[in-house]
């Protein structure tokens, strides 16, 4: 697993060992369990992450092999960096750079095998970092778990009690729904701003992944794999 850093961790058999990246023998590391995840932090990027500007996951060892983040299933690492002051840091050598206007944010792809010489820029010669006025952010993945979340939420126990949800109008207030789902039924009564698929969350009516779809769907009992009933709500 190479880090931001261009060091290696490599996981054998009885644990693992780091590699120092280019020009970076006389660096320490630090080895440490927390929680079932390994974290290996370079002396070198111990001050950025106290100082809060550096996602620590970026150094969860056991996280970024799991997300398959490791070398060998991508030659990249996927990074978001936020600047307080507007303009978000530019990385040497980095692809795919797309700024999220008015976020002050920019999402892009750092090659691993360009990493040790960016690290070198930004924490050595990026004074937006030492001076706290960026922060560099690890873009991690997201997983869905709906499986048990009318359960969580008391629907189970309220069904048993009878209530159906009869009569009821539900409103709706969340990161919009995909119209053409299958889940969708003819009492859904669209209230919100039309063709806003490719927004981001939050932003208007229509959305193909989100929150909001599975609301809908929810509301209306129409996911019966997962509720296990069907509601009668409108």
């Known amino acids: 697993m190479t880090l931001i850093t261009g060091d290696r961790v490599v996981m054998t058999g009885r644990g693992h060992r780091v590699e120092p990246g280019p020009g970076r023998q006389d660096v320490g590391f630090r080895s440490q369990m927390l929680k079932g995840h390994l974290y290996v932090v370079p002396s070198d990027a ?83 970092l030492a001076a706290g006025t960026a922060k560099i952010w690890l873009d991690g993945r997201l997983s869905y778990t709906l499986d048990r979340s009318t359960e969580q939420i008391g629907a189970t126990g309220a069904w048993k009690q009878g209530m159906t949800g009869e009569g009821v109008t539900v409103a709706v207030l969340d990161s919009g729904y995909d119209p053409d789902h299958p889940g969708k039924d003819r009492q859904l009564q669209h209230g919100g701003p039309r063709r806003t698929r490719d927004r981001p969350c939050g932003t208007g009516g229509e959305h193909a992944l989100g929150e909001g779809g599975h609301t809908v769907r929810r509301r209306r009992g129409q996911q019966r794999k997962i509720a296990g009933e069907q509601s009668r709500q409108r």
Not at 64 to 83: C, F, K, M, N, V
Not at 85 to 114: C, E, H, I
Request: overall charge positive; charged content about 20%.
């Open 46 to 128: 111990q001050p950025l992450l106290t100082q809060g500007v550096l996602d620590r996951r970026l150094f969860d060892v056991t996280q970024l092999l799991e997300w398959r983040y490791g070398d060998a299933d991508r030659g990249d690492i996927p990074l978001i960096t936020q600047s307080g002051t507007g303009q978000a840091p530019a990385l040497r050598s980095a692809q795919d750079v797309k700024g999220l206007a008015g976020l002050g944010m920019t999402t892009l792809s750092l090659p691993k095998s360009g990493a040790a010489q960016a690290w070198k820029d930004m924490a050595g010669g990026a004074r937006t």
